[in-house]
């Protein structure tokens, strides 16, 4: 990789994040945040709640790791054995970089959607939210939607991504005046981002590959950040570097200050989650998957919201909107990072696992992610989340 100032390299790492996130907690914990109060004696309710959830969706405890893979066969739709079906006839490194162009795309398309739009399979089901992103996203990749050469639909290329417009990308989302994306602009910003940064998504195959055919998932997220750094629009830059979800926090220091920053990088650990299985089909074990924090988005945070451990000080965090850089909003984020570590080691506790077979990316699938839209659902219409967030398509 190329180099970069030690701050910058710190506040790309995990590590920095579970720092960052737990100097925030151990403040809320001595009631020092301005946002929020934090509840531990709730910690117990919730992991009782995720086990719940996780027993009623995986009985015998077999649970997948959390990324876009298992989105794609919602409704019962085989669809990732119809990809596979399209694929058979490439060998296991192509594949594997197909997939991966399948799923960078998806992933980078998968803020969230509001609270109304729908997406309709063509002769199949109806969709929402993330499935229904994922589906879109999965539809269009097969047409051939982000690759610049007809002849071969299945990819996703440079050019055919900077030369997507915004009609295509509506169109391929179903987004009329009755069905409205959220941050829809954001999302084309990101995809053709996407293509001057890369030749095409499936060369984090060979850039991955040539590190050996055992890489650390703390290296795959490394790898993320350094390639897409430039895609994300607006954020901090440090030493030139664009930071990308990365915020400030007055707690840990005075703005523009390094050590105010908090790093998150939600959809990269979210991609570097669902990179695993193809490539690990192109011939790399992704390792140290512990290593990864939970992801900080408004599923996870709004059952921390939802079941009482996170307590606003002020009611209008629960009736306002905010944008992302908020304070409010990375103040929620981080006490979320530092307590879905608390509710996984309660998690596997009560199963009586260890985090090596229960790693924390299979506590969101069972999970937490389900908990916190099926609390969600019970306490409000539409199951929305109990902060809102101004999305620009690029951050949740």
Not at 164 to 187: C, H, I, K, W, Y
Request: glycine share 12%; with cysteine; charged share 25%.
């Amino acid at each position: 990789m190329p180099e970069v100032s030690a701050t910058v390299a710190y506040l790309r790492g995990p590590r920095a994040i579970r720092e960052r996130c737990r100097a925030l907690l151990e403040l809320g914990l001595a009631g020092k945040l301005k946002h929020f109060h934090v509840d531990m004696a709730r910690v117990p309710v919730v992991a009782d709640y995720v086990l719940d959830v996780t027993r009623a969706s995986y009985p015998s405890l077999d649970i997948p790791v959390h990324s876009r893979w298992g989105h794609f066969d919602v409704g019962g739709v085989r669809r990732n054995a119809e990809l596979d079906a399209r694929l058979a006839s490439l060998p296991p490194a192509e594949r594997a970089r197909a997939k991966l162009d399948l799923v960078v795309t998806s992933v980078l398309l998968d803020a969230g959607s509001g609270p109304t739009w729908k997406y309709v399979e063509p002769g199949g089901g109806t969709y929402a939210r993330s499935e229904g992103l994922a589906v879109a996203s999965f539809r269009m990749f097969l047409a051939g939607a982000f690759s610049s050469d007809p002849s071969q639909p299945l990819r996703a290329d440079a050019e055919g991504l900077k030369g997507l417009s915004l009609d295509a990308l509506a169109r391929g989302f179903q987004v009329t005046a009755d069905n409205p994306l959220a941050g829809l602009e954001g999302r084309l910003a990101l995809l053709q981002g996407l293509g001057r940064a890369l030749p095409r998504p499936g060369t984090l195959h060979d850039l991955l590959a040539a590190k050996g055919s055992r890489v650390p998932a703390v290296d795959v997220l490394g790898q993320v950040l350094e390639s897409l750094g430039s895609i994300w629009p607006g954020r901090i830059t440090l030493d030139g570097v664009n930071l990308g979800d990365v915020w400030s926090h007055s707690a840990l220091g005075p703005e523009g200050r390094p050590e105010s920053l908090v790093p998150f990088h939600k959809l990269s650990q979210w991609l570097t989650y669902s990179l695993l299985e193809p490539l690990e089909e192109g011939g790399i074990q992704v390792t140290d998957l512990d290593a990864l924090t939970g992801l900080p988005e408004y599923r996870n945070g709004g059952l921390l919201v939802d079941l009482g451990v996170l307590v606003p000080r002020d009611a209008r965090l629960l009736t306002d909107a905010f944008a992302p850089g908020s304070e409010p909003i990375v103040e929620w984020r981080a006490l979320t990072v530092a307590l879905l570590d608390e509710v996984g080691k309660r998690v596997r506790e009560r199963l009586g696992m260890t985090a090596e077979e229960l790693p924390l990316a299979k506590v969101l699938q069972g999970g937490t992610w389900s908990a916190g839209r099926q609390i969600a659902a019970e306490k409000r219409k539409g199951g929305t989340p109990p902060i809102r967030i101004e999305s620009d398509g690029t951050v949740f």
